[in-house]
Each structure stands twice: as structure tokens, then as C-alpha cells.
């Protein structure tokens, strides 16, 4: 495996000290701190640790350890230390439309020997109507949520 040696200046250090004894921080963000400061290598640090004892009084594996330093040396301290937010995005399946069609169809009578609409029975009943090419479950029970009526439930009154 690669090596990665971790050098941080005078101004960094000081950064991390600040951060470590301050407790206002996400857990993580703390933990890797600790790590970058354990095993820096520069002129600045006094003590020199090695990576099994770091992970032994941090608790943390071997790997956790490597992923910082790989992290810290590609990335920068920032990223090192607050990690990247997700890159994925995903498109939205359901529109105005749809909706409107689905809660229509929630509102109505559930199939022949059912006593209420399921989601999945929604689910299915949606892409059998050619509403949507595909929706899972999940997604009925997001648009549902967002309406003001509940089906499911008669109210006394």
C-alpha cells in the first residue's frame, strides 16, 4: 500500500489544537482531527506515534487512519477533516401530474376485495394506468404525505 506522510505547518496544528479541545464539533470531524495531529510529521510535532498505536487509543482501524492521511494529502486539510458532500442526484420521477393522478386515485375505491389502498397497491395501480413507466412504493408514500387528506382514516365528528 501507498504511503502517505502527513506534514502539517505551524498554523494547521494550532488549527486542530483549537478544534480538538473545543467540543461544539461533529465526533468525525474531531476524530480525524486527532489523527492528522497524531501523525504529522513535521518539524512541529515533538512526539512521533505509530499507526497501531494511534488507532489503539482512538479506537479507530488501520483504515480509518490511511483513509485520513490519503485524504489529507490529495485533498487538502478542509476535506480531510469535513469530508465531501455526496455527488449523486437523482432525477424526479414524480411531477404535478402524476400526483394529481395518484391522489385522485387514492381517493377513490380500492380494487375488488381490498377494504383500502395499499402502496404497493397504488404503486402498481399507477404504472398499470400508464401514469408513470415506474415508481416504487417509497415514492407513493412521499407524494401521500405531502397531501393534507389521509384515505386510510375516517374521523368521527
Known sequence: MKRYVVTLTEEEREMLRALVSKGSHRSQKILNALVLLACDRGPFQSARSRNDDIARVLSVSM?????????????????ALNGTKGQRV???KADGDFEAHLIALSCSRPPEGFTRWSLRLLA????????????????????????????GEKKGG
Not at 63 to 79: A, P, Q, T, Y
Not at 134 to 148: M, N, P
Open 124 to 151: 402498481d395501480r399507477v404504472v398499470e394506468l400508464d401514469y408513470i413507466e415506474s415508481v416504487s412504493h417509497e415514492t407513493v408514500r412521499r407524494v401521500l404525505k405531502k397531501t393534507k387528506s389521509s384515505p
Open 63 to 79: 483504515r480509518k487512519i490511511d483513509r485520513v492521511k490519503k485524504c489529507f494529502v490529495e485533498r487538502g486539510l478542509e476535506i
Open 90 to 92: 437523482y432525477e424526479k
